[in-house]
Protein backbone atom coordinates (compact mmCIF):
# COMPACT_ATOMS: atom_id res chain seq x y z
CA UNK A 1 0.00 0.00 0.00
CA UNK A 2 1.34 3.52 -0.77
CA UNK A 3 2.33 5.38 1.96
CA UNK A 4 2.96 8.80 0.60
CA UNK A 5 1.50 11.13 -1.62
CA UNK A 6 2.62 14.37 -3.40
CA UNK A 7 1.69 17.49 -1.52
CA UNK A 8 0.72 18.94 -5.01
CA UNK A 9 -2.32 16.59 -5.43
CA UNK A 10 -2.74 16.96 -1.69
CA UNK A 11 -2.83 13.93 0.96
CA UNK A 12 -5.31 11.52 2.13
CA UNK A 13 -8.02 12.69 4.01
CA UNK A 14 -8.44 12.00 7.63
CA UNK A 15 -9.37 14.16 10.85
CA UNK A 16 -5.78 13.88 12.12
CA UNK A 17 -4.62 15.27 9.24
CA UNK A 18 -6.81 18.10 8.41
CA UNK A 19 -4.02 20.52 9.33
CA UNK A 20 -1.32 19.27 7.19
CA UNK A 21 -3.81 19.22 4.35
CA UNK A 22 -4.63 22.83 4.64
CA UNK A 23 -0.74 23.25 4.58
CA UNK A 24 0.16 21.13 1.82
CA UNK A 25 -2.95 23.06 -0.06
CA UNK A 26 -1.81 26.74 1.09
CA UNK A 27 1.73 27.27 -0.62
CA UNK A 28 0.62 26.10 -3.89
CA UNK A 29 0.88 29.56 -4.79
CA UNK A 30 4.23 31.58 -4.37
CA UNK A 31 6.54 33.81 -6.37
CA UNK A 32 9.36 32.67 -8.24
CA UNK A 33 11.19 29.71 -9.19
CA UNK A 34 14.39 28.61 -7.82
CA UNK A 35 16.91 29.63 -10.80
CA UNK A 36 18.67 25.80 -10.32
CA UNK A 37 15.21 24.18 -10.83
CA UNK A 38 13.47 25.85 -14.20
CA UNK A 39 13.83 22.78 -16.59
CA UNK A 40 12.66 19.73 -15.90
CA UNK A 41 10.09 17.88 -13.58
CA UNK A 42 10.09 18.87 -10.37
CA UNK A 43 12.69 17.49 -7.34
CA UNK A 44 11.30 15.18 -5.11
CA UNK A 45 11.85 15.62 -1.45
CA UNK A 46 10.48 13.31 1.11
CA UNK A 47 9.76 14.23 4.56
CA UNK A 48 9.98 11.99 7.19
CA UNK A 49 8.50 13.39 10.82
CA UNK A 50 9.54 11.26 14.01
CA UNK A 51 6.11 10.93 14.44
CA UNK A 52 2.45 12.29 14.01
CA UNK A 53 2.40 15.41 12.03
CA UNK A 54 -0.55 16.82 13.06
CA UNK A 55 1.37 18.24 16.51
CA UNK A 56 3.67 19.65 14.54
CA UNK A 57 2.55 21.05 11.36
CA UNK A 58 3.71 24.68 12.35
CA UNK A 59 7.42 23.11 11.61
CA UNK A 60 6.87 21.91 8.42
CA UNK A 61 4.85 25.24 7.68
CA UNK A 62 8.44 26.56 8.25
CA UNK A 63 10.30 24.20 6.08
CA UNK A 64 7.68 25.82 3.28
CA UNK A 65 8.23 29.06 3.60
CA UNK A 66 12.22 28.40 3.97
CA UNK A 67 11.56 26.74 0.14
CA UNK A 68 9.29 29.35 -0.79
CA UNK A 69 11.70 31.92 0.48
CA UNK A 70 14.62 30.45 -1.86
CA UNK A 71 12.17 30.55 -4.62
CA UNK A 72 10.75 26.79 -4.74
CA UNK A 73 7.11 26.78 -6.01
CA UNK A 74 5.19 23.48 -5.25
CA UNK A 75 3.96 21.50 -8.08
CA UNK A 76 6.43 23.75 -10.59
CA UNK A 77 10.07 22.97 -9.93
CA UNK A 78 9.53 21.00 -6.39
CA UNK A 79 7.29 18.34 -5.51
CA UNK A 80 7.06 17.36 -0.94
CA UNK A 81 6.24 13.89 -0.14
CA UNK A 82 4.33 14.07 2.56
CA UNK A 83 3.02 10.73 5.02
CA UNK A 84 -0.57 9.51 3.40
CA UNK A 85 -1.09 8.79 7.33
CA UNK A 86 0.25 9.72 11.02
CA UNK A 87 3.40 8.12 11.58
CA UNK A 88 3.90 5.83 14.26
CA UNK A 89 7.73 5.89 16.10
CA UNK A 90 7.41 2.02 15.48
CA UNK A 91 6.87 2.11 11.52
CA UNK A 92 9.73 4.74 10.92
CA UNK A 93 12.24 2.93 8.90
CA UNK A 94 9.14 1.45 7.10
CA UNK A 95 8.18 4.65 5.99
CA UNK A 96 11.98 5.96 5.16
CA UNK A 97 12.10 2.47 3.21
CA UNK A 98 9.40 3.76 0.93
CA UNK A 99 10.40 7.62 0.73
CA UNK A 100 13.66 5.45 -0.77
CA UNK A 101 11.96 3.26 -3.08
CA UNK A 102 9.72 6.17 -4.02
CA UNK A 103 13.08 7.54 -5.48
CA UNK A 104 12.97 11.04 -4.14
CA UNK A 105 16.17 13.28 -3.85
CA UNK A 106 16.48 14.55 -0.69
CA UNK A 107 15.05 12.69 2.40
CA UNK A 108 13.62 15.61 5.41
CA UNK A 109 14.15 14.43 8.91
CA UNK A 110 12.80 15.85 11.63
CA UNK A 111 14.00 14.76 15.16
CA UNK A 112 16.68 12.00 16.40
CA UNK A 113 14.61 9.08 15.83
CA UNK A 114 13.57 10.13 11.59
CA UNK A 115 16.80 10.67 11.57
CA UNK A 116 18.51 7.28 12.44
CA UNK A 117 15.50 5.53 10.52
CA UNK A 118 16.42 7.17 7.72
CA UNK A 119 19.81 6.19 7.65
CA UNK A 120 19.07 2.72 8.19
CA UNK A 121 16.91 2.95 4.89
CA UNK A 122 19.71 4.00 2.54
CA UNK A 123 23.42 5.17 2.37
CA UNK A 124 23.07 7.03 -0.66
CA UNK A 125 19.84 9.14 -0.63
CA UNK A 126 20.99 12.52 0.43
CA UNK A 127 19.53 12.99 4.28
CA UNK A 128 18.82 16.63 5.67
CA UNK A 129 18.45 16.31 9.35
CA UNK A 130 16.75 19.09 11.76
CA UNK A 131 16.51 19.40 15.68
CA UNK A 132 18.52 16.27 16.32
CA UNK A 133 20.45 16.24 19.30
CA UNK A 134 23.39 14.56 18.81
CA UNK A 135 24.29 13.61 15.66
CA UNK A 136 28.20 12.74 16.24
CA UNK A 137 27.39 10.94 19.91
CA UNK A 138 24.51 8.92 17.89
CA UNK A 139 26.79 8.06 14.46
CA UNK A 140 24.57 9.69 12.46
CA UNK A 141 27.77 11.58 10.97
CA UNK A 142 31.76 11.35 11.60
CA UNK A 143 32.16 14.91 12.84
CA UNK A 144 30.17 18.47 12.74
CA UNK A 145 32.25 19.91 10.08
CA UNK A 146 32.43 17.06 7.98
CA UNK A 147 29.76 15.18 8.42
CA UNK A 148 31.03 12.13 5.86
CA UNK A 149 28.00 9.77 4.40
CA UNK A 150 25.18 10.96 3.55
CA UNK A 151 23.79 13.11 5.91
CA UNK A 152 23.83 17.02 6.89
CA UNK A 153 21.60 19.63 8.50
CA UNK A 154 21.13 21.21 12.05
CA UNK A 155 21.46 19.53 15.17
CA UNK A 156 20.09 21.11 18.22
CA UNK A 157 23.64 20.49 20.54
CA UNK A 158 23.55 22.50 23.76
CA UNK A 159 23.80 19.65 26.93
CA UNK A 160 24.84 22.43 29.16
CA UNK A 161 21.86 24.27 28.78
CA UNK A 162 19.87 22.02 31.63
CA UNK A 163 22.36 23.77 34.21
CA UNK A 164 21.15 27.21 32.49
CA UNK A 165 17.50 26.35 32.83
CA UNK A 166 17.87 25.29 36.51
CA UNK A 167 19.66 28.56 37.70
CA UNK A 168 16.73 30.85 35.90
CA UNK A 169 14.13 28.77 37.80
CA UNK A 170 16.58 29.49 41.04
CA UNK A 171 16.55 33.19 40.10
CA UNK A 172 12.32 32.84 39.65
CA UNK A 173 11.80 30.55 43.04
CA UNK A 174 14.90 31.69 45.18
CA UNK A 175 14.22 29.31 47.94
CA UNK A 176 13.59 26.04 45.75
CA UNK A 177 15.58 23.86 47.01
CA UNK A 178 13.69 19.89 45.36
CA UNK A 179 13.63 20.17 41.24
CA UNK A 180 12.51 17.45 38.69
CA UNK A 181 13.72 16.91 35.69
CA UNK A 182 11.49 15.14 33.33
CA UNK A 183 13.35 13.05 30.14
CA UNK A 184 12.69 11.12 27.55
CA UNK A 185 15.68 7.69 28.16
CA UNK A 186 15.41 6.24 24.88
CA UNK A 187 16.63 10.12 23.46
CA UNK A 188 20.51 9.74 24.17
CA UNK A 189 20.78 13.68 24.48
CA UNK A 190 18.60 13.30 27.47
CA UNK A 191 21.08 11.41 29.59
CA UNK A 192 24.01 14.48 28.72
CA UNK A 193 21.41 17.40 29.39
CA UNK A 194 20.24 15.49 33.11
CA UNK A 195 23.97 14.50 33.68
CA UNK A 196 24.93 18.49 32.96
CA UNK A 197 21.86 19.43 34.95
CA UNK A 198 22.87 17.57 38.05
CA UNK A 199 26.28 19.30 37.68
CA UNK A 200 24.50 22.33 38.46
CA UNK A 201 22.21 21.33 40.87
CA UNK A 202 25.09 20.44 43.42
CA UNK A 203 26.43 23.51 42.81
CA UNK A 204 23.29 25.89 43.20
CA UNK A 205 22.70 23.31 46.47
CA UNK A 206 19.60 21.97 44.60
CA UNK A 207 18.48 18.58 44.91
CA UNK A 208 17.38 17.04 41.97
CA UNK A 209 14.41 14.25 41.28
CA UNK A 210 14.92 12.62 37.76
CA UNK A 211 11.43 11.64 36.37
CA UNK A 212 11.40 9.18 33.36
CA UNK A 213 8.90 8.66 30.64
CA UNK A 214 8.31 6.37 27.61
CA UNK A 215 5.23 7.39 25.85
CA UNK A 216 1.75 9.61 26.75
CA UNK A 217 0.46 7.17 29.65
CA UNK A 218 3.87 8.12 31.45
CA UNK A 219 3.14 11.58 31.84
CA UNK A 220 0.53 11.71 34.76
CA UNK A 221 2.60 9.00 36.81
CA UNK A 222 5.53 11.37 36.47
CA UNK A 223 4.22 14.67 37.90
CA UNK A 224 2.51 12.28 40.73
CA UNK A 225 6.15 11.43 41.57
CA UNK A 226 7.25 15.03 41.56
CA UNK A 227 4.65 15.95 44.09
CA UNK A 228 5.00 13.36 46.26
CA UNK A 229 8.97 14.12 46.30
CA UNK A 230 8.21 17.62 47.25
CA UNK A 231 9.63 18.78 43.75
CA UNK A 232 9.22 22.99 43.92
CA UNK A 233 9.39 23.52 40.75
CA UNK A 234 10.57 21.40 37.48
CA UNK A 235 12.75 20.65 33.96
CA UNK A 236 11.58 18.88 31.21
CA UNK A 237 14.24 17.75 27.96
CA UNK A 238 13.12 18.46 24.96
CA UNK A 239 12.49 15.59 22.61
CA UNK A 240 10.07 14.18 20.29
CA UNK A 241 7.71 12.71 22.86
CA UNK A 242 7.64 15.63 24.84
CA UNK A 243 6.93 17.99 21.98
CA UNK A 244 4.39 16.15 20.90
CA UNK A 245 2.72 16.01 23.92
CA UNK A 246 2.91 19.42 24.99
CA UNK A 247 -0.60 19.89 25.77
CA UNK A 248 -0.54 17.29 28.15
CA UNK A 249 2.19 18.11 29.98
CA UNK A 250 1.50 21.99 30.30
CA UNK A 251 -1.68 21.04 31.62
CA UNK A 252 -0.44 18.74 34.14
CA UNK A 253 2.10 21.55 35.66
CA UNK A 254 -1.06 24.09 35.89
CA UNK A 255 -2.81 21.36 37.55
CA UNK A 256 0.07 20.37 39.94
CA UNK A 257 0.98 24.44 40.66
CA UNK A 258 4.41 22.91 39.68
CA UNK A 259 6.30 26.49 37.86
CA UNK A 260 8.26 24.43 34.72
CA UNK A 261 10.56 25.61 32.14
CA UNK A 262 10.93 23.55 28.69
CA UNK A 263 12.82 22.84 26.19
CA UNK A 264 10.74 24.34 23.58
CA UNK A 265 8.92 27.48 22.88
CA UNK A 266 6.21 25.50 21.50
CA UNK A 267 5.19 24.77 25.54
CA UNK A 268 5.14 28.20 26.58
CA UNK A 269 3.04 29.06 23.67
CA UNK A 270 0.67 26.16 24.64
CA UNK A 271 0.51 28.13 28.41
CA UNK A 272 3.38 26.84 29.96
CA UNK A 273 5.85 29.14 32.29
CA UNK A 274 9.28 29.37 30.27
CA UNK A 275 11.19 27.92 27.92
CA UNK A 276 14.93 28.23 27.34
CA UNK A 277 16.03 26.58 24.14
CA UNK A 278 16.93 26.91 20.32
CA UNK A 279 14.05 28.16 18.38
CA UNK A 280 13.29 25.21 16.51
CA UNK A 281 11.05 26.78 13.89
CA UNK A 282 14.12 28.68 12.91
CA UNK A 283 15.69 25.31 12.04
CA UNK A 284 12.95 24.00 10.01
CA UNK A 285 12.96 27.44 7.72
CA UNK A 286 17.06 26.59 7.81
CA UNK A 287 16.86 22.85 6.50
CA UNK A 288 15.51 24.30 3.49
CA UNK A 289 19.00 25.81 2.54
CA UNK A 290 20.23 22.52 3.07
CA UNK A 291 17.73 20.86 0.83
CA UNK A 292 18.41 23.81 -1.83
CA UNK A 293 22.16 23.46 -1.90
CA UNK A 294 21.84 19.39 -2.47
CA UNK A 295 19.40 19.80 -5.38
CA UNK A 296 21.71 22.13 -7.09
CA UNK A 297 24.96 19.58 -6.98
CA UNK A 298 26.31 19.77 -2.88
CA UNK A 299 27.30 16.51 -1.51
CA UNK A 300 26.27 16.38 2.35
CA UNK A 301 29.60 15.03 2.81
CA UNK A 302 30.52 18.05 2.53
CA UNK A 303 28.11 20.52 3.80
CA UNK A 304 28.83 21.21 7.86
CA UNK A 305 26.17 20.43 10.28
CA UNK A 306 24.77 24.14 12.07
CA UNK A 307 24.49 24.56 15.41
CA UNK A 308 21.90 26.62 17.17
CA UNK A 309 23.66 30.23 17.22
CA UNK A 310 20.93 31.86 19.48
CA UNK A 311 19.51 30.38 22.72
CA UNK A 312 15.87 31.98 22.93
CA UNK A 313 14.24 32.90 26.95
CA UNK A 314 10.40 32.79 26.46
CA UNK A 315 8.57 33.59 29.54
CA UNK A 316 4.35 33.15 30.25
CA UNK A 317 3.09 36.27 32.61
CA UNK A 318 -0.29 34.91 32.51
CA UNK A 319 0.79 31.60 33.42
CA UNK A 320 3.31 33.16 35.94
CA UNK A 321 0.44 34.89 38.10
CA UNK A 322 -1.93 32.07 38.13
CA UNK A 323 1.29 30.53 39.74
CA UNK A 324 1.63 33.38 42.00
CA UNK A 325 4.82 34.23 40.30
CA UNK A 326 6.52 37.47 39.94
CA UNK A 327 8.95 37.25 37.19
CA UNK A 328 12.11 39.43 38.90
CA UNK A 329 12.73 42.62 36.12
CA UNK A 330 16.71 41.08 35.54
CA UNK A 331 14.76 37.77 33.90
CA UNK A 332 12.37 39.58 32.05
CA UNK A 333 14.84 42.27 30.60
CA UNK A 334 16.52 39.33 29.35
CA UNK A 335 13.80 37.73 27.78
CA UNK A 336 13.21 37.25 23.77
CA UNK A 337 9.80 37.44 24.25
CA UNK A 338 7.39 37.70 27.09
CA UNK A 339 3.96 36.89 26.59
CA UNK A 340 1.37 38.96 28.52
Same mark, same amino acid.
Given at each position: ??? !??N?????????T?????A??? +?F??AP??????????????G?????????????????R?????? +??V?????AL @????????????????? @???????????????P??????????????????????????L???????????????????????????????V?P?????????????????????????????????????????????E????????G???????? @???????????I?????????P???? !?? @? !????????????N?????R???? !?????????K????????P???????????????????????????D????
Amino acid at each position: MKQ !FRNAECGLRNGPTLTLVLALAL +GFLAAPLAAEAQQAGKPSRVGILPSGPISGLSHLWEAFRQGLREL +GYVEGKNIAL @EFPSTEVRSDRLVDVAT @ELVRLKVDVIVAGGTPAAQAAKQATTTVPIVIVGVADPVSTKLIASLARPGGNITGLANITPDIGGKRLQLLKEVIPRVSRVAILSNPATPYAALVVRETEIAARTLGVQLQSLEVRGPNDFEIAFGAAIRGRAGALITV @EDPLTLRNRAQIVALAAKNQLPTIYG !FR @E !FVDAGGLMSYAANLSDMYRRAAT !FVDKILNGAKPADLPVEQPTKIELVINLKTAKALGLKIPQSILIRADQVIQ
